[in-house]
């Protein structure tokens, strides 16, 4: 038996909504669209994987913890001339510069490395340089003062916090690249001596030329014999001057 029209349509509209309890519900449109990611060619893959440790090492670097605040360690050379007389007052002449060198001070290069602050980079350095400033009971700087040619040496005044690089650097201090001269302070500094191999004298590495040219050639022993011998002949000379001029009673001879 056919269906009538109004049976129909109502069996049309349950199929439609049996349909639509079926169906998921479809997302709400965004008002804007998400550019979907680029595709990338085999050749830029390949790239990124060839390149990804460097990457990773860069992203690292970029989270680096904060850099903390560091001691100012930076090197300092300078030309220092260590003397041997506290109160020395002028620059050493030729020959005492010689004199010093030979005796492990005079002009020596020194590099300064330590905090700028700590007067021990310096006092310990030039302890190492020159060993013989131990025995000097501390030790001060001079500077040369008035034009080139003159020679005098000014006392640098040491700060309450001892001689420091910060000290050594600043303008103010007014040093540049002059030679700093070191002195030690409460005495002075023994200077090395050589002997003379004919006479056995103790002489100055500078002066031993000039000795050789006065030297007579003697050994001291035999010069000090020789002066011994000379005076013992002049004692004897003297004691028969004396005895001839004492008159012999007569009848002395006669008796003896």
Same mark, same amino acid.
């Given at each position: %038996?056919?269906?009538s /029209?109004?049976?129909?349509?109502?069996?049309?509209a349950?199929?439609?909504?049996?349909?639509?309890?079926?169906?998921?519900?479809?997302?709400?449109?965004?008002?804007?669209?998400?550019?979907?990611?680029?595709?990338r060619?085999?050749?830029?893959a390949?790239v990124?994987?060839?390149?990804?440790?460097?990457n990773g090492?860069?992203?690292? +670097?970029?989270? !680096?913890?904060?850099?903390q605040?560091? &001691?100012?360690?930076?090197?300092?050379?300078?030309?220092? /001339? @260590?003397?041997?007389d *506290?109160?020395?007052?002028?620059?050493?002449? =030729?020959?005492?510069?010689?004199?010093l060198?030979? #005796?492990?001070?005079?002009e020596?290069? $020194?590099?300064?490395s330590?905090?700028?602050?700590?007067?021990?980079v310096?006092?310990?350095? =030039? %302890?190492? $340089?020159?060993p013989? =400033?131990?025995?000097?009971?501390?030790?001060?700087?001079?500077?040369?003062?008035?034009s080139t040619?003159? !020679? +005098?040496?000014?006392l640098?005044q @040491?700060? #309450?916090?001892?001689?420091?690089l910060?000290?050594?650097?600043?303008?103010?201090t %007014?040093?540049?690249?002059?030679?700093?001269?070191? /002195?030690p302070?409460?005495?002075?500094?023994?200077?090395?001596?050589?002997?003379?191999?004919t /006479?056995?004298?103790?002489?100055?590495?500078?002066? %031993?030329? =000039? *000795?050789?040219?006065?030297c +007579?050639?003697?050994?001291?022993?035999?010069?000090?014999?020789?002066?011994e011998?000379g005076?013992?002949?002049e004692?004897?000379?003297e004691?028969?001057?004396v005895?001839?001029? &004492?008159?012999?009673?007569?009848g002395? #001879?006669a008796e #003896?």
């Amino acid at each position: %038996m056919s269906k009538s /029209c109004p049976e129909l349509l109502r069996e049309a509209a349950n199929l439609i909504e049996e349909a639509l309890s079926r169906t998921p519900p479809a997302p709400a449109a965004q008002s804007q669209q998400t550019p979907a990611a680029p595709s990338r060619t085999p050749v830029q893959a390949e790239v990124a994987r060839l390149f990804a440790p460097y990457n990773g090492g860069a992203r690292r +670097n970029m989270t !680096r913890r904060p850099a903390q605040v560091q &001691v100012s360690r930076r090197s300092y050379t300078h030309t220092v /001339c @260590c003397l041997a007389d *506290h109160k020395a007052d002028k620059v050493p002449s =030729l020959p005492l510069k010689t004199d010093l060198h030979t #005796s492990g001070l005079g002009e020596h290069k $020194v590099t300064f490395s330590g905090n700028d602050s700590d007067p021990m980079v310096i006092t310990n350095k =030039l %302890m190492e $340089v020159f060993p013989k =400033l131990q025995e000097g009971g501390g030790l001060e700087f001079l500077k040369i003062v008035g034009s080139t040619r003159n !020679r +005098n040496l000014a006392l640098l005044q @040491c700060p #309450s916090t001892g001689y420091t690089l910060a000290y050594l650097k600043d303008p103010a201090t %007014m040093i540049g690249q002059a030679t700093i001269s070191i /002195c030690p302070l409460q005495q002075d500094l023994p200077l090395d001596f050589i002997p003379c191999i004919t /006479c056995q004298k103790e002489v100055p590495f500078s002066e %031993m030329k =000039l *000795h050789r040219l006065s030297c +007579n050639g003697t050994p001291m022993q035999e010069s000090e014999k020789e002066q011994e011998g000379g005076q013992s002949e002049e004692n004897y000379s003297e004691t028969a001057l004396v005895s001839d001029s &004492v008159p012999v009673r007569p009848g002395t #001879s006669a008796e #003896s």
